[in-house]
């Protein structure tokens, strides 16, 4: 029975983690791809670090033709990158 409810508490917290994260990405607004105006999509990657601990970065990618940023060490870092254009202006929607 004890194992049947940590089961149960791990399902619920991976469930809130999950939910939380889907409600900040639909806030995040993100311009078209420059080349082909493909939808783009932000990535979290994570890295284990023995001396650091773990280490995340983010990029953000086209899901049509692949093109993407380098990754930043925030994801609003690489949302503003991939939002940047030649003109410097920063998207809004």
């Known amino acids: 029975m004890h194992s049947d409810y940590l089961s149960d508490m791990a399902c619920v917290r991976i469930s809130s983690i999950a939910e939380r994260t889907v409600n900040r990405m639909a806030e995040i607004k993100l ?8 939808e783009a999509k932000v990535f979290k990657h994570k890295k284990a670090m023995a001396s650091f601990g773990t280490l995340f970065s983010y990029e953000v990618e086209c899901a049509y033709c692949f093109c993407r940023t380098g990754l930043y ?15 410097g202006e920063q998207n809004d929607g």
């Open 31 to 38: 311009k078209t791809c420059p080349f082909c105006g493909g």
């Open 73 to 87: 060490p925030s994801e609003e870092k690489a949302v503003n990158a991939w939002n940047r254009r030649k003109d």
